[in-house]
């Protein structure tokens, strides 16, 4: 968690927009993920969560019980669509079409993103799980696209969480070759 900290702060001082990839155990998920939201809200930002792995209930839930502001996060409630689940209005959460459309998710993150001020950050909580969902090609499509839009924006950090039994993948190495950081977190 420490690389971590080092690479946000670094992003804070350069202004420069940064995308790291997060290599996670799969046993502590989900406490890195309340770890790294608690970090990138202490140093002051906002941001569009992603959320792939959970429903946007279950997951808001969860945040919130651990203190994390659900007022400065907007979620992309990811999960519920592919599992075909019926949207339900929620505030603070966004929901996409069940095909899972790249053009139409990464549209709708950009969208989301305008209504914050100051820096903000992009978290997929996990990458790994997008791609049971979505050809290799879309999800690299998906990543590499986000990447390159964070380059030239100095107000965005990105932040990818994969799975470390996956890391050796060959789409994850694709995307390891066009993050800025990549970090192994041990609990």
């Known amino acids: 968690m420490e690389e971590l900290e080092l690479a946000l702060n670094e992003f804070l001082k350069t202004g420069k927009g940064k995308s790291i990839l997060l290599e996670l155990a799969a046993e502590s998920y989900l406490e890195i993920i309340i770890k790294t939201l608690k970090k990138l809200q202490k140093k002051g930002l906002s941001g569009v969560y992603v959320s792939i792995q959970r429903p946007f209930k279950n997951i808001s839930s969860l945040l919130k019980k651990q203190g994390i502001g659900l007022n400065k996060l907007i979620f992309i409630d990811v999960a519920s669509a592919v599992s075909k689940e019926t949207p339900e209005k929620c505030k603070g959460c966004v929901h996409v079409s069940s095909e899972l459309d790249v053009d139409e ?83």
């Open 105 to 187: 998710l990464v549209r709708v993150i950009y969208t989301s993103l305008e209504t914050m001020k100051s820096k903000k950050f992009i978290f997929i909580d996990s990458l790994t799980t997008f791609a049971l969902h979505k050809p290799i090609s879309e999800t690299l499509r998906f990543s590499e696209f986000l990447m390159r839009q964070i380059k030239d924006r100095k107000d965005i950090v990105l932040i990818l969480n994969v799975a470390n039994d996956l890391s050796q993948n060959k789409f994850i190495q694709d995307v390891v070759a066009h993050a800025d950081k990549t970090i192994e977190v041990k609990t």
